[in-house]
């Protein structure tokens, strides 16, 4: 099995930056698709970014492209989430997701546990 720690959330005013960490242990982690998800109270949990095992293929959800950035260090195990210019509407639990392929939650097996991001106005 695969766990995952996200950490790196916390508040921030409008047009910040902050950078979320999610650290693997378990399984050989460069074999697997990373994603990052969002939910927002009372919203259902929305796909953020995914970054493939190489590394080579990267989709960004069209609310946070030329915002966001994933990346990740196979060498470390851990995969990034580089949010800037960040909005109120991005306030969010951030949640690490390992093993899938698509946009949506359902196809993904690993979760992690959540941070909390929160952006003031």
């Known amino acids: 099995q695969v766990q995952l720690v996200e950490s790196g959330g916390g508040l921030v005013q409008a047009g910040g930056s902050l950078r979320l960490s999610c650290a693997a242990s378990g399984r050989t982690f460069s074999s697997y698709a990373m994603a990052w998800f969002r939910q927002a109270p009372g919203k259902e949990r929305d796909f953020v970014a995914r970054?493939?095992?190489?590394?080579?293929?990267?989709y960004y959800g069209d609310s946070v492209k030329g915002r966001f950035t994933i990346s990740r260090d196979n060498a470390k195990k851990t995969v990034y989430l580089q949010m800037n210019s960040l909005k109120p509407e991005d306030t969010a639990v951030y949640y690490c997701?390992?093993?899938?392929?698509?946009?949506?939650?359902?196809?993904?097996?690993?979760w992690g546990q959540g941070t909390q991001v929160t952006v003031s106005s």
């Open positions: 997701a390992a093993g899938g392929w698509t946009t949506s939650r359902n196809d993904w097996v690993y």
């Open positions: 970054i493939i095992w190489s590394g080579g293929s990267i």
